[in-house]
C-alpha cells in the first residue's frame, strides 16, 4: 500500500474540510462525476467568481503598472525599510482609493505626487485579517498617477526569512531571502497583491557591502559586492514572483545565459548537478517557443527554504536538499524553468486557477525530464506521482478533487495547491496529447503561450481558446462530458491514460518477492536502481513493517541517515509507524535541519499519531524552531496543537538523547 500523505501540503486537509462544510451549509452540491456544467445562466456572474478572495485590491477600479522600491536590508534589525512608489492606471472614473493589501508592516506616510510635488495623502490601516493581512485604502480624490508609501517590515515578516551566521554554510555572514508565493509579497512590499495584476518593477537596494543582494530582476553575473544594487524587471509580472535574497553569493556560469548563485562552500557542488540547465532550456525553447526571460539562473538557498524550488523569474529559488550527487532529483530544475512559460508568461488569475500554473508547469517539466534524461525516468516520475495522487484523491473532500476550484472552497493560500492541481492537471493535458496526437498538441500549446503571453487568465480563458484552437479543430477527438468531468469533476477521469514503467515492474517483483520469502533482490539488480526505484519500492511497501523486517532493509541499503531527501521523507515515517526507534536520532537530525515542508511535514504527521511520537515532535521542533521558515513554523505547530495521539499501548520510544546511534 502506498503511504503518502493525503495532500501535498498535509495540512490542508482541516482547512478544507472546513470550506467543505461551508459549502454544504450553503447548500451547493459538489458536481457529480460527468454531469455536465450547468447553464451558463446558472453561473454567478464572471466578476464575482473570478475575484481574487485572498485579496483586498480592486483591479477594476485602479491596477498598478510599475513599482519602484528603495529599500534598506538591515540585518540586525531584521527588518526592510524604504519606499514604494507605484505608477497607477485608474481604470474607473469614479475611483478616487486605491487598495493595497500588507501584512505586519508599519505604514510611515503616504503621498501622492501633482505636478511634479510629492503631497501627503490620507489613509487608514485595518484590523489584520488573520488570512488576509490589514487592508491599506489610500484616498487619491486627485486620481494620482504615482502614489509613494513610506513603510518597515516587521522582524517576523511571514514571506521573508533572516538568517544568523550559524545558521548559514559558511557561518560568516547572515543571510536573507523571500517566499512571496501565495500571499506574502504583502509582508515585504504593500501592493496589490493578485496574480490578476501585473506589473514592471525596479529596484534600488542597499545593504552591509559584505553582503550580495539579488532579485527576481537582471542580476548581473559580475556584479560587485558593495552594498549598493540596482535592479530592473522589464516584463510585467504578477505579484507573487516579487524575490530578493541576500548572502554570501557567489555566481559561477553553466552557459552564456545561465549559471548558479550560491554559497562558496555549496557553489561547486550545484554547478555539477544542475549542469543541464541550458539543455533544459533549450529543450524547452524548442517545444515551446523562446525563453522571453533573457537570463535564467539559480539561487541555492538554506535548508531552511519551505519549498523545493520557487519560480522567481529569471532567478529560481532551488532547495539544497535536491544536490545529491547524482543529479536523480534535477526534475525539480525543469519543473522551475517550466514555470518560465506556464506560470510566469501565462498566469492563473487566482489561487482557485492553481492548475493553469502547476498542473501545466508538472506536464512541461515531465515533457523536459523524458526529453533531457528518456523516457523510462519520466514515466517513472509520473507513476511515482499518480500513485500518490490516487492514494490521496480518495479522501479529499469532493470540491476540491476538481482542476479548477470553486469560490469559497480554500480558505488558507498557502495551501491552495494540492496534488490535484499538479498531477490531475498533468494527466488531463496527457490525456489531450494523447487524443489530439503530440505534435498537434505541442503546437497548440506553443500557440497558446505566444495567445496569451504576459497575461493572467482564469480556467474559463483557457477552455474558450482550447474549443477554438484545439477541440473544435479537431472535431470528434473529445467529448463534451469528458472535458468537463476532468476539469470540474472529483476523482480521476476514466478517460485517463495508463503509464506503466518497465523498471517499476522489477522493483514490484523484488519487493513481493522479499515480502513473501525475506530474501533481498540480488546486489546487481537494486545496484542499479536509481532514486526513482527506491522511491517506489518504498512507497509501496506495507504501512508497517516487522522490527526485524526494518532492520534487515537498514542493513542492506541504509536508508536511515540517507542524504536523499525524498527517501527520507517516506523511510522515517515507515520507521515511526512500524516503531524501529534505531532511526530516531537520525530522523530527529534530518528534521531540525531542514525546513523544506513536503519532506518533514510526512514525518511530524507520523511521530503525532503516538504520545512517544508527539513527545519526540516536540522535542525536535523546539530545537529546531529558531531555523525554521514562518511557515513551516506555521505548520508544524498546527500539526502538534490538532494532534490527538493513541493512547501508548507499547512501551514508549526512547527520545532523541537515549536513542541508538544512525546505521550511518
Ligand atoms: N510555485 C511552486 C511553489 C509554491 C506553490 C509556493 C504554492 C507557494 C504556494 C513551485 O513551482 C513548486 O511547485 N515547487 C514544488 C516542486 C515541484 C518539483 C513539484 C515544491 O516546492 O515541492
Ligand atoms: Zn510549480
Not at 567 to 578: F, G
Amino acid at each position: 500500500m502506498i503511504r503518502i500523505p493525503p495532500f501535498r501540503f498535509p495540512q490542508l486537509a482541516s482547512v478544507l474540510l472546513l470550506s467543505l462544510s461551508a459549502l454544504v451549509i450553503g447548500g451547493c452540491k459538489p458536481d457529480a462525476g460527468t454531469a455536465p456544467a450547468p447553464p451558463a445562466s446558472e453561473k454567478p456572474p464572471a466578476e464575482a467568481a473570478d475575484r481574487d478572495e485572498h485579496s483586498y485590491a480592486e483591479p477594476d477600479k485602479v491596477v498598478t503598472e510599475d513599482l519602484a522600491l528603495d529599500l534598506a536590508l538591515d540585518f540586525d534589525a531584521r527588518t526592510i525599510a524604504g519606499t514604494a512608489t507605484y505608477t497607477l492606471q485608474w481604470k474607473d472614473p469614479a475611483a478616487t482609493e486605491l487598495v493595497l493589501d500588507t501584512r505586519a508592516l508599519t505604514i510611515d506616510k503616504v503621498e501622492g505626487e501633482a505636478g511634479g510635488q510629492w503631497q501627503s495623502l490620507q489613509y487608514a490601516l485595518a484590523d489584520a485579517d488573520a488570512t488576509l493581512g490589514s487592508k491599506l485604502t489610500i484616498q487619491a480624490p486627485d486620481r494620482n498617477a504615482r502614489i509613494r508609501v513610506t513603510y518597515t517590515t516587521s522582524p517576523d515578516a511571514s514571506g521573508l526569512q533572516w538568517l544568523t551566521p550559524e545558521m548559514t554554510e559558511g557561518k560568516k555572514l547572515p543571510f536573507m531571502f523571500s517566499q512571496s508565493q501565495q500571499i506574502h509579497a504583502r509582508s515585504w512590499v504593500p501592493l496589490q497583491d493578485t496574480p490578476a495584476i501585473r506589473y514592471t518593477y525596479s529596484a534600488h537596494v542597499t545593504s552591509r557591502p559584505d553582503v550580495m543582494v539579488l532579485m527576481s530582476a537582471d542580476n548581473d553575473p559580475a556584479a560587485q559586492r558593495d552594498g549598493d544594487y540596482t535592479f530592473k524587471m522589464p516584463q510585467k509580472i504578477p505579484s507573487y514572483l516579487m524575490a530578493i535574497a541576500a548572502g554570501d553569493l557567489v555566481f559561477k556560469p553553466i552557459s552564456e545565459r545561465s549559471g548558479i548563485w550560491a554559497e562558496p562552500a555549496t557553489i561547486d557542488r550545484a554547478v555539477a548537478e544542475f549542469a543541464d540547465t541550458e539543455k533544459m532550456i533549450a529543450t524547452t525553447e524548442q517545444l515551446y517557443g523562446p525563453y522571453r526571460w533573457e537570463r535564467y539562473d539559480l539561487l541555492i538557498l538554506p535548508p531552511s527554504f519551505p519549498y523545493g524550488g520557487m519560480e522567481n523569474p529569471r532567478l529560481s529559488f532551488i532547495t539544497p536538499t535536491v544536490i545529491v550527487g547524482d543529479k536523480s532529483l534535477v526534475s525539480l530544475v525543469a519543473h522551475e524553468l517550466a514555470h518560465s512559460w506556464s506560470g510566469n508568461l501565462v498566469t492563473f488569475a487566482s489561487a482557485k486557477h492553481g492548475w493553469l500554473n502547476e498542473g501545466f508547469t508538472s506536464y512541461v517539466e515531465n515533457r523536459i525530464v523524458e526529453s533531457v534524461y528518456g523516457k523510462e525516468t519520466s514515466d517513472m516520475e509520473f507513476v511515482i506521482a499518480r500513485n500518490a495522487l490516487k492514494e490521496s484523491i480518495v479522501s479529499m473532500p469532493e470540491p476540491v478533487q476538481a482542476l479548477a476550484v470553486k469560490p469559497g472552497t480554500v480558505l488558507d493560500a498557502d495551501d491552495a495547491l494540492s496534488a490535484v492541481a499538479y498531477d490531475k492537471g498533468a494527466w488531463f493535458l496527457q490525456f489531450l496529447e494523447q487524443r489530439f496526437g503530440r505534435e498537434p498538441f505541442d503546437a497548440f500549446l506553443r500557440g497558446y503561450f505566444d495567445h496569451f503571453a504576459f497575461q493572467s487568465i482564469t480556467t474559463e480563458q483557457f477552455l474558450a481558446y482550447a474549443k477554438e484552437h484545439l477541440f473544435d479543430k479537431y472535431p470528434g477527438t473529445v467529448t463534451d462530458a469528458e472535458i468537463q468531468e476532468w476539469v470540474y469533476g472529483p476523482g480521476i477521469p476514466a478517460s485517463a491514460p495508463q503509464v506503466m514503467s518497465r523498471n517499476f515492474g522489477i522493483v514490484d517483483s523484488a519487493r513481493l518477492a522479499w515480502l513473501g520469502s525475506a530474501q533481498l533482490p540480488p546486489r546487481q539488480i537494486t545496484d542499479a536502481w536509481s532514486t526513482q526505484e527506491w522511491l517506489h519500492f518504498l512507497d509501496s511497501l506495507p504501512a508497517t513493517l516487522t522490527h526485524e523486517q526494518m532492520a534487515q532493509l537498514d542493513g542492506a541499503y541504509h536508508f536511515t541517515g540517507t542524504g536523499n531527501g525524498e527517501i527520507a521523507m517516506r523511510w522515517y515515517p515507515l520507521a515511526v509507524r512500524s516503531g524501529y526507534s534505531e532511526a530516531n536520532a537520525a530522523l530527529a537530525e534530518f528534521t531540525a535541519r531542514v525546513g523544506r515542508r513536503k519532506l518533514i511535514m510526512p514525518i511530524y504527521d507520523a511521530l503525532v499519531q503516538t504520545e512517544s511520537g508527539l513527545a519526540l515532535a516536540k522535542e525536535i521542533f523546539a530545537k529546531a524552531r529558531p531555523g525554521y521558515h514562518p511557515i513551516t513554523t506555521g505548520s508544524v505547530e498546527k500539526v502538534i496543537a490538532e494532534a490527538k495521539p493513541a493512547p501508548a499501548a507499547e512501551p514508549a520510544a526512547p527520545a532523541v538523547d537515549e536513542a541508538a546511534p544512525a546505521t550511518h
